[in-house]
């Protein structure tokens, strides 16, 4: 039989600390989004390959930083009711919007995938 042990640890970072850790935080998400093809020219054809398979095909010819309702179920690969389900649910970003046109950050999209798709 195995006995339980608990151990409680209080450790306190020192502000330099904490900002070597962001840094070395935001320079991992960074190389991740490279791996993706984001934020970079340099794109293999297995990078292009797999960047393509996120469109359900050819990519839009031009990555705006906003996109409407269809490049953004596109790049969820998800249905426009479900998109505008989500929206008013508030499970996803909000978009932003220009007159009576709805458009979404791309980055704030592929950010949102990336820690998870937590409601917002």
Known sequence: MMSKIEVKLLVTIEEDSIDAIAEQIVK????KLATI???????TPSKEASRHANYGGTPPEDESLLVDSKQACKLLKISERKLWQMWNSGL?????????VVRWSRQALIEWILAGCPPQ
């Open 28 to 31: 991992s998400l960074h190389r």
């Open 37 to 43: 093809g984001i934020g970079t020219s340099e794109r």
């Open 92 to 100: 996803m970003p909000k978009p932003t919007k220009i007159g009576r």
